[in-house]
């Protein structure tokens, strides 16, 4: 069955039942988008001096108010009620869906909108160091694999007027061996953002936020009196900007995962190419697909590489696994280069292939046992987006379908 799609439109104004406050969110969001125009023209410069310092003084104040719960290498720690935290998750995320979507037309909650879903392989380098060589990086191989970029969510809005932030989603195929979720028999899941570190740092936050996130209204997540977040806002705007392609920037999946027993890691993906797509028309309104367009364009020319790195846990205070705001320190654990995502040449705008992106469904425990994610936003994952996911299938009446990579659109 056909999925109909939504069309592009405004994030909706917001709802707290304040005036004030519904100004200040409205305000806020009025902007970042204001920003978004013209941060094309500054943002290279900034990141090139700024950036990174601001961010390794962010960590450092972020830390500085964590206490060293002496925690062991790849050592997890469940949060009380943690059970509780990811049901409020769920109802929040479920209401919005319900608000936002129609039976038969039923997006995703988050990572919403689909730039793209193409395909691609996953290959293994040879000569790895004995430590990366566990799990599907035990030998080299290269898995086919289908590989969606996205927008931020829980909205479809066009590309400007998102917040600056992209996904990816990589599913490989023909994994061998027993997967810790059995709804999918060879599949393995890898997922990463546009920003080094998560939006909140553990799942209590997470329920907070998305409790504002109904209301449409996340700044209040990170500006309140309660329990505010502003050091994680500073740290996600020191990397959310105006995106030029979903190719031509590195995702990081911000949250940890086993590298065999007792060894935690987290990934990332990295592009091979400089190249930047200039954005059309800034300052003035681009279209409002122009980051698919930009990905079309490219692959009707050419293919594309990207590299994938894994970084180590080698300090288990400083690189955590359950505060998932936390940028690891490459000084303490370099990213090591330990395969390729080869997206060849390819047509990828048809509506059939892009109807496929909308019956795939991603979870980080579509895995094998060597991976198994770490840290309370993984664990509350599982449940969470099995539960999202089913609901979104129920709702447009298209049952759960694992690809086997054999697929071919028009």
């Not at 935290?85 to 909108?113: A, C, H, Y």
């Not at 900007?241 to 190719?247: E, H, M, R, V, W």
Request: hydrophobic fraction near 40%; charged fraction near 20%.
């Amino acid at each position: 069955m056909t999925v109909l799609s939504n069309p592009d439109r405004p994030i909706p104004k917001t709802n707290t039942g304040s005036t004030l406050l519904n100004w200040l969110g409205d305000a806020s969001m009025s902007l970042v988008h204001l920003e978004r125009r013209f941060d094309p023209f500054f943002r290279p410069l900034f990141d090139a001096i700024l950036r990174d310092p601001l961010a390794g003084l962010t960590t450092a104040l972020i830390n500085g108010g964590r206490p060293n719960e002496g925690l062991q290498l790849a050592e997890e720690k469940p949060l009380p009620d943690e059970e509780a935290f990811v049901d409020s998750v769920i109802k929040s995320f479920e209401e919005q869906m319900r608000l936002l979507w129609k039976p038969g037309r039923f997006e995703r909650g988050g990572n919403t909108k689909t730039h793209g879903v193409v395909r691609a392989e996953f290959i293994v380098h040879d000569n790895l160091p004995a430590e990366f060589r566990h799990g599907i990086y035990a030998q080299p191989r290269t898995y086919p694999a289908w590989v969606r970029f996205s927008g931020p969510g829980p909205y479809i809005t066009p590309d400007i007027d998102d917040v600056g932030f992209m996904s990816i989603g990589i599913k490989l195929m023909r994994v061998p061996g027993p997967k810790l979720m059995d709804e999918e028999k060879f599949t393995q899941d890898l997922f990463a953002v546009s920003t080094p570190t998560f939006v909140t740092p553990d799942i209590i936050a997470n329920a907070q936020l998305q409790v504002e996130s109904v209301k449409n209204a996340t700044i209040l997540y990170f500006v309140n009196l309660h329990r505010h977040h502003v050091l994680d806002l500073i740290m996600q705007s020191l990397w959310v900007k105006t995106q030029s392609g979903p190719f031509e920037a590195p995702y990081f999946s911000c949250v940890p995962y086993l590298l065999g027993e007792g060894r935690a890691m987290q990934y990332s993906v990295w592009p091979k190419s400089k190249h930047r797509t200039p954005i059309p028309r800034l300052p003035f309104r681009p279209p409002n697909d122009y980051l698919r367009d930009s990905m079309v364009a490219t692959l009707a020319k050419e293919g594309v590489e990207l590299d994938i790195r894994l970084q180590l846990q080698t300090d288990a205070h400083l690189m955590p696994l359950e505060n998932n705001a936390v940028l690891w320190p490459e000084k303490l654990s370099p990213r090591i280069t330990v395969a390729t995502l080869r997206i060849p040449q390819q047509k990828v705008d048809s509506p059939a292939q892009l109807d496929f992106a909308k019956r795939l469904s991603y979870n980080p425990w579509h895995c094998i046992a060597e991976h198994r994610p770490l840290g309370n936003q993984n664990r509350a994952r599982r449940r969470m987006y099995l539960t999202l996911a089913t609901l979104r299938q129920t709702m447009n009446a298209t049952p759960h379908y694992e690809p086997t990579g054999n697929e071919v659109f028009d």
